[in-house]
DNA sequence: TCCGGTAACTTAACAGTGTTAAGTTATCAC
DNA sequence: GTGATAACTTAACACTGTTAAGTTACCGGA
């Protein structure tokens, strides 16, 4: 038969993944489901993408550059501090995190047989958002607002603060009677804390 | 022909499931697999448990007293600063799901819908884990170590950050040629300064 | 000794999963 | 017209959790 074009089925098929994938969850997300919703046999996928990992694959590298733009539009607020513009990334970080729980299970929550080999060039994309924590550490630490510390492993141990607070929220592991908002904010305070040189000292207590 | 007391059969039945967990993890622990091994049919262990959630809320919770058992251990350590405790506390808490990966993963990274509505009772012994971590922290508010906050919210901050750097690395999402046991060691230190006064003056820059 | 009940267990089935091998059809270049 | 090729499908394999219905084996009471 041959209707489709082979890049707009591919599209297609990316289209209907992601909209399973938002409104069902990975949990759900079937390549049988995919291919009944666009009216081709399951097979047919496979003709586009290796195999479900790799269609997956793709659906991270979209949520890697949705949360790169909103990073982005976040850390070139310029005319901010340094330490207001490192909050602003990890609120932004946040509230991608709760705002597109789907996207963020399969980027940063997947268990790592579940996405196989993960390929070296959407890897780099990947750390693209590391790296923008990264330069603001280091200009903070150019400034002195910072401790001195290689920046990425810096960024490395904010980032995995961050995705402890949107995991155990998505993941449903803290007490219904804590405020989520507030361990968010408290969070975002005490790990830039950590960070910040030990004279410090602040008007308050 | 009822050869297995009842109580017998479903320790057998946990004490398969628990071994398959460990050797073949998670994603490949199947109630037919579980059958089989223990030479029974895999209906038989719906006898036994309601259903596959409920052998995983029992693994679970096995996961949990084993957890507790080993921050006991550290937490009773007196003649030990308090800040020094909930560094071991910390430090405990990361080495055990490293060492654990399986265990953790049911405990603490399993989408919530796989382990539907986790019964009151053992929630309720899940989180004295993280009551330990609080305990130490009021006698750390108390001796003026750490800054006056819920305890329970300090705690769940701490427990999160943590979380944040064990999953990070079960999942592998950490670039590969970051120290994995310096992320560890900054990440505990970094979260216990952001909880420390302000005013508080070292030796070291 | 026979009868009913029950506990322990099994078989068969349902509705799904990812994936592969083999088969079909339509179009296009020569 | 012929052969190649792209696009697509059907059937199958080996799994999954779970339920309904069926089968034994034993045990207390008449």
Same mark, same amino acid.
């Given at each position: 038969?041959?209707?489709?074009?082979?890049?707009?089925?591919?599209?297609?098929?990316?289209?209907?993944? =992601? *909209? %399973? &994938?938002?409104?069902?969850?990975?949990?759900?997300?079937?390549? @049988? /489901?995919?291919? +009944?919703?666009?009216?081709?046999?399951?097979?047919?996928?496979?003709?586009?993408?290796?195999?479900?990992?790799?269609?997956?694959?793709?659906?991270?590298?979209?949520?890697?550059?949705?949360?790169? =733009? *909103? %990073? &982005?539009?976040?850390?070139?607020?310029?005319?901010?501090?340094? @330490? /207001?513009?490192? +909050?602003?990334?990890?609120?932004?970080?946040?509230?991608?995190?709760?705002?597109?729980?789907?996207?963020?299970?399969?980027?940063?929550?997947?268990?790592?047989?579940?996405?196989?080999?993960?390929?070296?060039?959407?890897?780099?994309?990947?750390?693209?958002?590391?790296?923008?924590?990264?330069?603001?550490?280091?200009?903070?630490?150019?400034?002195?607002?910072?401790?001195?510390?290689?920046?990425?492993?810096?960024?490395?141990?904010?980032?995995?603060?961050?995705?402890?607070?949107?995991?155990?929220?998505?993941?449903?592991?803290?007490?219904?009677?804590?405020?989520?908002?507030?361990?968010?904010?408290?969070?975002?305070?005490?790990?830039?804390?950590?960070?910040?040189?030990?004279?410090?000292?602040?008007?308050?207590?």
């Amino acid at each position: 038969m041959g209707q489709e074009s082979k890049n707009g089925l591919q599209r297609r098929i990316l289209d209907t993944a =992601r *909209r %399973l &994938l938002i409104s069902d969850g990975y949990a759900r997300l079937s390549m @049988r /489901k995919i291919a +009944r919703e666009i009216g081709y046999s399951a097979t047919t996928i496979y003709l586009h993408f290796k195999n479900k990992d790799q269609l997956v694959h793709a659906l991270i590298e979209e949520g890697v550059s949705r949360l790169h =733009r *909103r %990073l &982005l539009s976040r850390s070139n607020q310029n005319g901010e501090g340094v @330490r /207001k513009r490192l +909050r602003n990334l990890c609120s932004e970080y946040v509230v991608f995190g709760l705002d597109n729980p789907e996207y963020y299970e399969i980027m940063y929550m997947l268990h790592p047989e579940n996405l196989a080999r993960y390929p070296a060039d959407k890897y780099r994309r990947a750390r693209k958002n590391l790296e923008l924590l990264a330069s603001v550490y280091q200009e903070g630490v150019d400034g002195n607002v910072f401790q001195r510390l290689d920046p990425m492993l810096a960024a490395s141990i904010i980032w995995s603060h961050m995705h402890g607070v949107v995991s155990l929220i998505l993941s449903e592991r803290f007490d219904a009677r804590l405020d989520k908002d507030r361990v968010i904010g408290e969070s975002i305070e005490r790990v830039i804390r950590g960070f910040e040189p030990e004279h410090r000292i602040r008007s308050t207590v």
